[in-house]
T-cell receptor, first 112, second 113 residues
Framework: GESVGLHLPTLSVQEGDNSIINCAYS??????FIWYKQESGKGPQFIID?????DKRQGQRVTVLLNKTVKHLSLQIAATQPGDSAVYFC???????????FGDGTTLTVKP | ETGVTQSPTHLIKTRGQQVTLRCSSQ?????VSWYQQALGQGPQFIFQ???????GRGNFPPRFSGLQFPNYSSELNVNALELDDSALYLC????????????FGSGTRLTVV
């Protein structure tokens, strides 16, 4: 079956540094990829998405890179801030199957 | 615009009982999905509803069932509760015709004792 995994369960960075969170996926049929941020006691919050026909997309302080050759997804956060501390999930979506598959998350800790 | 709201926020049930969790979708969203999130893990897809019909399902047994109503609110029903059903249950809504990420509610924390 398909699975989505993150390379590291935890990541600690200094405030102001750039953060890179990685994710590997296995479902070749996935046509849409999303990064979510989840803070304690809350549901996941949409950060940025990318379609499978793209390899890069930028948002405000965030960039998502998609490498379909090796089935790898990454989230880059520029100038990381204490408010960025949270658990980050990547998710792949198979629109035809009508479902999303989440990885287990990377806990990002930003040190002041 | 309103977000996704779920009720109740916390619930304790006894093994073997049945439970109904409720969700109100974000305004303008016609698709609702339910997820189970165990502690320290990512959300696991249970099923998705569009136009009041289930149109996608994850690896959950039939005792997990759902409903979507004409106003796009939704219910998740779980029969014959087991201890392993203890988790955070998340509802998420989206627009089927557009590939946006889901908007999640804050979840219902279910504890089965």
């Amino acid at each position: 079956g398909e699975s989505v995994g993150l390379h590291l369960p935890t990541l600690s960075v200094q405030e102001g540094d750039n953060s890179i969170i990685n994710c590997a996926y296995s479902n070749s049929a996935s046509d849409y990829f999303i990064w979510y941020k989840q803070e304690s006691g809350k549901g996941p919050q949409f950060i940025i998405d990318i379609r499978s026909n793209m390899d890069k997309r930028q948002g405000q302080r965030v960039t998502v890179l998609l490498n379909k050759t090796v089935k790898h997804l990454s989230l880059q956060i520029a100038a990381t801030q204490p408010g960025d501390s949270a658990v980050y999930f990547c998710a792949e979506r198979d629109t035809n199957a009508g479902k999303s598959t989440f990885g287990d998350g990377t806990t990002l800790t930003v040190k002041p | 615009e309103t977000g996704v709201t779920q009720s109740p926020t916390h619930l304790i049930k006894t093994r073997g009982q049945q439970v109904t969790l409720r969700c109100s979708s974000q305004s303008g969203h016609n698709t609702v999905s339910w997820y189970q999130q165990a502690l320290g893990q990512g959300p696991q897809f249970i099923f998705q509803y569009y136009r009041e019909e289930e149109n996608g399902r994850g690896n959950f047994p039939p005792r997990f069932s759902g409903l979507q109503f004409p106003n796009y609110s939704s219910e998740l029903n779980v029969n014959a509760l087991e201890l392993d059903d203890s988790a955070l249950y998340l509802c998420a809504s989206s627009r089927m015709t557009e590939n946006y990420g889901y908007t999640f509610g804050s979840g219902t924390r279910l504890t089965v004792v």
